[in-house]
């Protein structure tokens, strides 16, 4: 099986541009590169990545393209570029000449409500659409009905639901979330990602057994066809190791069938994000 992770970041830690990584998230104040994934990959077993942008700014993107193409594991990028800026097309059509990169994503979780119904949003989202790539929803659970709308704006973008769509976990209310988690799935060009759930519970207040349940909504909601394992790596790293998280969400597909399993541990993502595998990867990095 060619194991895939479809959520992890890589950066040069900076205490003011990485001001989200509080105290209690106090592990990741260092340097997480490629070396470090690449070694991290080795020790679970897995063979490619999807690296996904966190920070909002081009020189990431340029950045992490260029890491990508000297880096073999990783498969593709999922970049920021500013989707509201009328310099967005030139951009698109320089970016979109880099093979690597996959899809795009803004830190939405921290906007206002109705940011997914702005106008200028909307209208940069359509030139990624003509640009042939995904966008990956970095929402919360309140968010969703407002994610949903934009979905169905954009019926030719496949869109990538980042962690579960960060429910509420405090009062182990799962009722709003689940319903509009149905909700979207319902849409075909749906996929979601199992990855972040483990950090948004409370620290040493979550177990596998208590997080499997928002496991199998996204599972009945969505299908093995349509979930993509990630680790969310390295923030995963304040909660648990990558090999735990890993060897977590194994255990909750167990029960699958093999078929299944290969298909979210890795077959989904070749094809939501259209990389190919390690071979084509490396002949690619080189390209690029």
């Not at 070396?35 to 993107?61: F, H, S």
């Not at 009062?171 to 979207?184: A, N």
């Not at 057994?209 to 009945?220: H, I, M, W």
């Amino acid at each position: 099986m060619f194991r895939i992770d479809a959520h992890h970041h890589l950066w040069h830690y900076d205490a003011d541009e990485y001001a989200w990584i509080t105290d209690d998230l106090a592990p990741l104040r260092r340097d997480f590169v490629a070396a470090d994934l690449i070694a991290t990959l080795a020790d679970a077993g897995l063979q490619g990545a999807i690296t996904v942008q966190a920070r909002q700014n081009v020189k990431e993107t340029e950045w992490l393209l260029q890491v990508a193409a000297v880096t073999p594991p990783v498969l593709g990028v999922v970049g920021w570029l500013p989707l509201r800026d009328p310099a967005l097309p030139e951009l698109l059509e320089r970016f979109s000449q880099v093979a690597l990169l996959k899809g795009l994503r803004h830190v939405v979780q921290a906007e206002p409500a109705g940011f997914m119904d702005d106008a200028a949003f909307r209208e940069g989202l359509a030139h990624v659409a003509a640009a042939g790539l995904t966008y990956d929803l970095l929402i919360v659970e309140q968010q969703l009905e407002e994610a949903t709308r934009l979905v169905d704006a954009f019926p030719q973008i496949s869109f990538v639901l980042d962690h579960i769509a960060k429910p509420r976990m405090g009062d182990g209310d799962m009722t709003e979330w689940s319903r509009g988690i149905v909700e979207l799935a319902r849409r075909p060009n749906t996929v979601c990602k199992v990855s972040g759930i483990v950090t948004e519970a409370s620290s040493g207040a979550w177990s596998a057994k208590s997080l499997r349940p928002y496991y199998e909504v996204v599972l009945d909601a969505f299908t093995p066809k349509r979930l993509l394992f990630g680790s969310d790596w390295p923030v995963v790293l304040a909660r648990c190791s990558y090999v735990d998280w890993f060897r977590i969400v194994q255990g909750w597909t167990a029960d699958l069938s093999a078929m299944e399993q290969a298909a979210i541990f890795g077959e989904n993502a070749v094809r939501v994000y259209g990389v190919a595998k390690r071979e084509a990867a490396t002949q690619q990095g080189e390209r690029a």
